[in-house]
């Protein structure tokens, strides 16, 4: 296992609300002192970057704003890269990041959805959905089914992207983990080549298939919205570990 960078999945993985997981601080430290460059990938679309980043900070987690990459930025990227304004269907936390591009006037529009949580609601599904069938572009933040907060599991952002996709007969371009712009995008920040790059989540599907199909290495925790079984859908050379501390001993003994 050669290792020369990691990603990170943080709600699961480092945090558990705005509280870190038990080994989480321990293990950013762990990687600092070795040297090894590490990023922070997360679906999260409730907080926006510099919350969130404030967050990941009062919990004893330092990390940079460079070192926490998210799809809202990937996707406010898109939209002023082949420019479109946003029709944001998103949680009103995550306005913030979105400013500029929703007051973009004159330009052609793209759906954007994230977790909205009790925004979605029919009236915006339905908005959406129009917006969609007038030739509109679908941009999802994550294809993430669920997650785990507070204990308890959320629906994400992607039940409701696979509704709009049925509805209007199109495909969403995930910006998001398991999409692969997303993970090409830290591969690129990192400077490294993708097999030396591990990336570490909770979510079978999102973090450790998404990183796998992208070229990278990947490792399940057994922490956060893991649940028995999930093991066994692992992609071939995925590894497994207790929690993220687990995770990164068994790297810095092996770098």
């Given amino acids: 296992m050669n290792i020369r960078a990691v990603l990170l999945d943080i709600g699961g993985v480092l945090l558990d609300g705005a509280r870190p997981l038990p080994g989480a601080v321990q293990a950013l430290a762990a990687l ?4 090894i460059p590490f990023l922070l990938l997360t679906n999260t679309t ?3 970057h510099a919350d969130l980043l404030a967050t990941l900070q009062r919990a004893g987690l330092e990390v940079t704003q460079d070192q926490l990459l998210t799809p809202a930025r990937m996707a406010c990227a898109w939209l002023q890269h082949h420019g479109y304004r946003a029709q944001l269907l998103v949680h009103p936390a995550l306005l913030a990041d979105f400013s500029q591009m929703a007051d973009a006037e004159g330009l052609p529009t793209a759906v954007v959805v994230g977790d ?3 925004t979605f609601d029919y009236a915006a599904l339905n908005h959406a959905f129009r917006l969609l069938m007038s030739g509109a572009p679908l941009l999802s933040l994550s294809g993430a089914r669920y997650f785990r907060e507070a204990g308890e599991l959320m629906l994400d952002a992607g039940p409701f992207v696979r509704l709009l996709e049925f509805a209007a007969g199109v495909q969403a371009q ?3 983990k ?3 712009q997303f993970f090409q995008h830290a591969v690129q920040q990192l400077g490294l080549p993708a097999a030396q790059i591990l990336m570490i989540g909770d979510d079978v599907h999102s973090d450790v298939r998404g990183a796998h199909d992208a070229g990278l290495q990947a490792a399940l925790v057994q922490s ?4 028995a079984g999930d093991e066994n859908k692992l992609p071939p050379g995925a590894m497994l ?3 993220v501390q687990a995770a990164l001993e068994a790297v810095l003994l092996k770098s």
């Fill in 46 to 48: 409730r907080t926006a």
């Fill in 174 to 176: 995930v910006l998001g």
């Fill in 178 to 180: 398991p999409g692969a």
């Fill in 32 to 35: 600092r002192a070795a040297g």
């Fill in 116 to 118: 909205a949580g009790d």
């Fill in 224 to 227: 956060g919205k893991y649940h």
């Fill in 241 to 243: 570990y207790r929690d």
